[in-house]
């Protein structure tokens, strides 16, 4: 069981990693820190857990300081990812804009530790400090260009070219998520995924000789 001082070792890191990410985008004053500070909104989850259900309500909004959370649809009994957020990538649920129930489910691929917000905390922050509706604005923004980019060279790929861009752009998830989701996330069977690697795996040893063969000569 952990100890209190533990826990209050392990918000300090998060605080500052937190900090550290705020100040790619805006300085903050001793205040400023000290209101994020006072909104106790980090919080800590196992593996596995769910934080959202399709069909369920919620304001929360998430934040990802360590670990990994995915989305995904259950769609006749499978389970379709559309997505996978690693540390300093944020995700406000859909359910949290429209005010309707979730249409998906929000889950831990790893242990995590979250910051999580809701509107009425927003509001009240961005009253005592405009700066972090600038950040705010700033992030959304970013989530919103990378997501239609995202989109758009999943429509216009193969799955191979999917999982090859995954390996260029993101290649620590192909190590950091099961097999099965990660199949899911490129629209494809887990079979197929494991056939797709002993491919690549193939052309880039073949590659490899031809330059070995290539150097002798």
Known sequence: MASVTDDSNNNKIMTNILFDFISKYVSLTDDEKNAIVSLDIFRSFKKGTTLLKEG??????????KGCIRTYYVI???????????????????????????E??????????????????????????????TLCRIL???????????????KTSSPEQRYLNLL?????????????????????????????RARIFEKSKSKVSFLNLSERD
């Open 140 to 154: 959304s923004e970013e989530l919103l260009a990378k997501q239609q980019i995202d989109f758009d060279e999943f």
């Open 168 to 196: 260029q752009i993101r290649p620590d998830l192909v190590q950091r998520v099961p097999q099965h989701q990660l199949a899911s996330y490129l629209g494809i069977k887990p079979q197929s995924l494991s056939r797709l």
């Open 56 to 65: 369920q309500k919620s304001k929360d909004g998430y934040f990802v300081l």
């Open 104 to 133: 998906y489910f929000i889950s831990c691929v790893e242990d995590t530790i979250l910051t999580v917000a809701n509107p009425d905390m927003e509001v009240e922050i961005f009253s005592k400090f405009p700066k972090f509706e």
């Open 76 to 102: 006749n009994g499978d389970e379709k990812t559309t997505a996978f957020y690693t540390e300093m990538e944020g995700l406000t649920p859909h359910c949290v804009i429209n005010k309707a129930p979730s």
